[in-house]
């Protein structure tokens, strides 16, 4: 007999959860925001918003089918099954942080707050579950799904990281990181900079578009959907013993970036800095198209 499907709710706490996590309690909360004459009404609204959101996708939910639900900080310790679907309530960020954690699963982006989140990945309002549930449990071949482009970077030890939006390869800290880099046909450069990011076209639009506008670039910048990546190198630093002279590209196809540590480094993607891998002098990590893709539920 073949299990029920498991819907696992993703959510993040609110403003208002971490506001009184940090007072104690709702009244002192509010007693410490009017004493610095500022109101709590607009996260309390927010809060009351996110609420009233999972619980409508709790309601939607079919009394034979599995539950499930995780917050964001529990992600990296929470184990997803083959045949979960995952709603994701909250902001599009929260889809991102999701997306590396997944395999083929398919996702519900439920947007709680249309005041705040632009609805990118989570498009839908809370009254659409009960259709989107239904869409989910299609067979994989009848799913109307968008397939997002995923990046990937695989260390010489065997360590694996995803990311929806971008990976970045830096020092854990300000401090400058040092490596060797070498793009697809060209030779390696060593360089010391604030860090590399190599983007999907979802992360093309944030954090790398930042860098890219920063750095006058002309490159064209990936669609979410395009098996291309582009990489930028973010402040390199010229000196005797680094150069600048590779500073962004694309990567398509089995094409991937070689980078080199001369210093202790970090690997992590979409902000996700906790559930990171650590490079340590000598050690290489190559990172290009990831083999997953966000499997994004539509109508």
Known sequence: ????????????????ERVVAG?????????????????????????????????????????D??????????LDRFVFGPEDIVVVVGQDGLVANVAKYLDGQPVIGINADPRRNPGVLVRYPPE???????????????????????VEARTDDGQVLRALNEVYVGHA??????????????????????????????????????VARMNKSTLRLPAP?????CWFV??????PATGTAQVEGELTDDEVLN?????????FGDGMERDALPLTWGQRVTVGIATRHLNLITA
Request: proline share 6%; aromatic share 4%.
């Open 1 to 16: 007999m073949s299990l029920s499907p498991r819907v696992v709710v993703v959510h993040r706490p609110t403003d208002m």
């Open 23 to 63: 007072s104690g309690t709702p009244g002192q909360a509010r007693f410490q925001a009017q004493s610095r004459g500022r109101s709590l009404s607009d996260v309390e609204q927010s809060h009351s918003t996110q609420l009233t959101a999972l619980q409508q996708v709790a309601a939607a939910i079919p009394s």
């Open 65 to 74: 089918w599995r539950r499930g639900e995780v917050e964001r900080s529990d």
């Open 128 to 150: 659409a579950i009960a259709g989107l549930l239904s869409a989910a449990i299609l067979p994989p071949e009848q799913r109307t799904v968008e397939a997002r482009t995923m």
């Open 173 to 210: 800290s300000h401090q400058s990181a040092r490596y060797a880099v070498r793009p697809p046909r060209l030779k390696a450069e060593r360089q010391s900079s604030s860090g590399l990011l190599v983007s999907t076209g979802t992360g093309a639009t944030g954090w790398c578009a930042s």
């Open 225 to 229: 959907t395009d098996a291309r990546l």
């Open 234 to 239: 973010r402040e390199a630093w010229p000196s």
């Open 259 to 267: 980078i080199v540590a001369e210093t202790d480094l970090v690997v």
